[in-house]
């Protein structure tokens, strides 16, 4: 695995869309996982977005369910989020990571590469 580099993070208002680009050096589909996980102020890191680079299986978090949508462009070794519908809540430094042998999906430990994460603000 080589480094993952993320981009398109800013500032937004509610109710508006971002969408996050995640570019990989090496080919996406050599990890059982790619995806996003995200970490508040005072928070844990969590799962928000994660798809099996082979099948496109995907996964979601609850709080995502229905705004979020995650995609993969295996030509380009990226993986990228739609964000809509943002709200305040989802203010975090987003991280895009990769997951060589898979396992729990929303487990942060299963997760071998790491990009160096994009703030996304979003104010009311």
């Known amino acids: 695995q080589g480094p993952l580099v993320e981009s398109g993070g800013g500032s937004v208002q509610a109710g508006e869309s971002l969408r996050l680009s995640c570019q990989a050096s090496t080919y996406i589909t050599n990890n059982v996982y790619a995806g996003w996980f995200r970490q508040a102020p005072g928070k844990e890191r969590e799962a928000v977005a994660i798809v099996a680079t082979t099948g496109s299986n995907t996964y979601y978090a609850d709080s995502v369910k229905g705004r979020f949508t995650i995609s993969q462009d295996n030509a380009k070794n990226a993986v990228y989020l739609q964000m809509n519908n943002l709200n305040p809540e989802d203010t975090a430094v987003y991280y895009c990571?990769?997951?060589?042998?898979?396992?729990?999906?929303?487990?942060?430990?299963?997760?071998?590469?790491w990009g160096r994460g994009t703030q996304v603000t979003v104010s009311s």
């Open positions: 990571a990769a997951s060589l042998y898979g396992g729990t999906w929303y487990s942060p430990a299963i997760y071998n590469a």
